[in-house]
């Protein structure tokens, strides 16, 4: 499949490229600045691109089977400002709409799981304040993506509570809304597992026009 990777210098977009040309997949990264993102891997076509603008999205994906945004709520290392995430959201359903592409999966946030019954995990009292306005950006995306987003078949995908490096096992566990936790109550998935679930669910669809929560 011919995949469009926007976000492509963040952490979990470089394993979600990799994953995906290992499978035989093309991938096209689309970043802000071609400039300041290095990628470690030849094969891994970059172009600039806005997914803030409805026509830049549309211009990028044209022909793609599928669009990932694997967009940060974080202002980038170089300096340049955070993406609005519901904007990006609005942008994205329009862009692909336009260029004809029907399969959109977004690389989502936690906060938006639940802990307990209607209780969410960006409303516990030990939720790291600092984390909090990030997580409820990525909240108001998902909101639209449920609202807006009836004529596209996408998945919005929530890592766990904590995703870091770490080794790719190969197996992770699934839900729709629930957060995810071990044995010992740690809620956590590598980079790598994370972009086998991405992956995965391109690939064998569970969730369609759903979010998906991973983790170990």
Not at 124 to 142: G, I, R, T
Not at 169 to 194: A, H
Not at 200 to 210: C, F, G, K, M, V
Request: no cysteine; hydrophobic share 40%; glycine share 8%.
């Amino acid at each position: 499949m011919n995949l469009v990777l926007f976000g492509a210098g963040g952490q979990v977009a470089q394993r979600i490229a990799h994953e995906a040309m290992e499978r035989g997949h093309e991938v096209v990264g689309v970043v802000r600045s071609a400039t300041t993102v290095r990628s470690d891997n030849e094969h891994l076509r970059i172009v600039e691109g806005d997914a803030t603008d409805p026509a830049s999205v549309a211009r990028v994906a044209k022909g793609a089977d599928v669009i990932i945004s694997a967009l940060s709520p974080r202002a980038s290392p170089s300096g340049r400002p955070a993406t609005s995430l519901p904007a990006a959201a609005r942008a994205l359903i329009a862009g692909a709409t336009q260029a004809g592409v029907r399969r959109l999966i977004v690389v989502g946030g936690a906060g938006s799981l639940e802990i307990a019954p209607g209780v969410r995990l960006v409303d516990a009292p030990s939720f790291p304040p600092e984390y909090k306005p990030e997580s409820l950006d990525q909240v108001a995306a998902l909101d639209v993506y449920r609202t807006t987003a009836s004529a596209l078949d996408w998945t919005y995908i929530s890592p766990a509570a904590e995703i870091g490096p770490g080794a790719r096992t190969g197996n992770y566990r699934r839900s729709d809304d629930t957060l995810l936790v071990d044995s010992k109550g740690k809620s956590f998935i590598s980079y790598d597992d994370y972009a086998k679930a991405v992956i995965d669910e391109i690939e064998h669809p569970t969730h369609s026009r759903a979010r998906m929560a991973v983790a170990y």
